[in-house]
């Protein structure tokens, strides 16, 4: 039983290491090619990889099925290509603590228990000493804050909808939705940047090593995990994403931390730990209304 409960546990916390450490590499390209082509790169690359892996083509899609698939395609594609115009502009640290809003509104909204409000205010106290607050507001590129809240917005959406769509297709589901990302935002992002350079030969590697650690392994992992957490668990669990955020951009991009910052992360992990320890012993997901 407690191999079922931290199982897809560890498969969230694998997922945000590659994340991270996919979105710092992003950032190096962002000056070379722009981040919507880096974008538009990174899903094109990555829909390729999954398709290989899970060969969705061999699934059998219902008439009910479509409409989750394609807003959770879409939440998927509009989280990418809003958090990566984040990054152009604010720091990785900075950008995912805002981001993270839109899984903490889904913790929030589906929370039914007095413990979990508990570690939802942890988690608020911890965001609200993480976030530039007061002079140092100031500092940061208001289009690049509304991104960042933007990018929130489509990853509660892609919560609700992977979990929906994921419902019949386990983690095939991602192809699909990674498929219809792309569709929607490759275009885009080859309208802003020179197809040649985005699909040079300097280029493509790195673009490779992005799509594998920031869509490929990662989604996978998530739409497994989605599958046996609840909404409020997962949405809740996910606040350990600006921790990974923090300590990614000390290793890669040698950004620093202060004693508040690290003060915030502190509450940050306590409420993961908690949810994770006090979770219902149950692998079906719930319903989200």
């Not at 008439?63 to 604010?90: C, D, H, Q, V």
Request: charged share 10%.
């Amino acid at each position: 039983a407690k191999l079922q409960v931290f199982y897809p546990v560890l498969l969230l916390l694998l997922s945000m290491l590659s994340i991270q450490s996919g979105a710092s590499l992003a950032k190096s390209l962002f000056p070379v090619i722009g981040a919507p082509a880096v974008t538009a790169l990174r899903l094109f690359l990555g829909t390729l990889i999954l398709f290989f892996i899970f060969k969705p083509w061999r699934l059998s899609f219902s008439r009910s099925a479509i409409k989750p698939l394609f807003l959770y395609g879409l939440s998927l594609g509009a989280m990418n290509y809003l958090f990566y115009l984040a990054l152009e502009t604010i720091p990785l640290g900075i950008a995912v603590a805002l981001e993270f809003t839109g899984p903490l509104a889904v913790a929030m909204f589906s929370s039914r228990r007095a413990i979990d409000f508990l570690w939802i205010i942890l988690v608020i106290a911890g965001l609200g000493l993480l976030l530039p607050i007061g002079d140092n507001i100031h500092g940061l590129d208001p289009l690049g804050i509304l991104y960042a809240l933007g990018a929130g917005v489509g990853w509660a959406l892609y919560i609700v909808f992977g979990q929906r769509a994921g419902k019949g297709y386990g983690a095939a589901t991602v192809s699909i939705g990674s498929l219809i990302a792309a569709f929607i935002f490759f275009p885009i992002g080859m309208l802003q940047s020179s197809p040649e350079l985005v699909f040079s030969w300097s280029i493509l590697p790195i673009g490779l090593a992005i799509a594998i650690l920031s869509t490929a392994f990662p989604y996978t992992l998530e739409m497994i995990a989605l599958t046996r957490l609840p909404a409020k668990t997962f949405g809740t669990l996910m606040s350990l994403e600006p921790c990974m955020g923090a300590f990614i951009g000390i290793i890669f991009l040698h950004e620093h931390l202060t004693l508040i910052q690290w003060v915030a992360l502190a509450f940050i992990v306590l409420a993961s730990i908690g949810s994770t320890a006090t979770m219902k012993r149950k692998t079906k997901i719930e319903k989200v209304e």
